[in-house]
């Protein structure tokens, strides 16, 4: 079974900025699209960004255009989700996720057949 291991998260304060990494070392990227997801606590699981296979387009929410940025380095299997400006409603557990081989980017949880554990972010003064 393919794994995806998050790290990164932690407590900020507002206006601050947090780096998570998603390890995708079982992972080549240039076959997978790449998600970042979220979950509050008594919220659905919604999507925050993604890369595609190719690395040629990426998508975001609309509550973290400008302030999240997606990328990722192919030599170290690895995805990036940058995160400034934070906020209260950033808080949650934020989950990286592949789709199958070669599918696009898509902001439904089901689209995903490879899930992380999940990272938590808190945002609080």
């Known amino acids: 079974q393919l794994q995806l291991v998050e790290s990164g998260g932690g407590l900020v304060q507002p206006g601050e900025s947090l780096r998570l990494s998603c390890d995708a070392s079982?992972?080549?990227?240039?076959?997978?699209?790449i998600g970042w997801f979220r979950q509050a606590p008594g919220k659905e699981r919604g999507g925050v960004s993604c890369?595609?296979?190719?690395?040629?387009?990426?998508d975001y929410a609309h509550s973290v255009m400008g302030r999240f940025t997606i990328s990722r380095d192919i030599g170290k299997k690895t995805v990036y989700l940058q995160m400034n400006s934070l906020q209260s409603g950033d808080t949650a557990v934020y989950y990286c996720a592949a789709t199958p081989p070669f599918r696009r980017c898509s902001d439904s949880p089901y689209d995903y057949e490879y899930w992380g554990q999940g990272t938590q972010v808190t945002v609080s003064s």
């Open positions: 079982e992972f080549s990227l240039e076959y997978y699209s």
């Open positions: 890369i595609s296979d190719s690395g040629r387009s990426t």
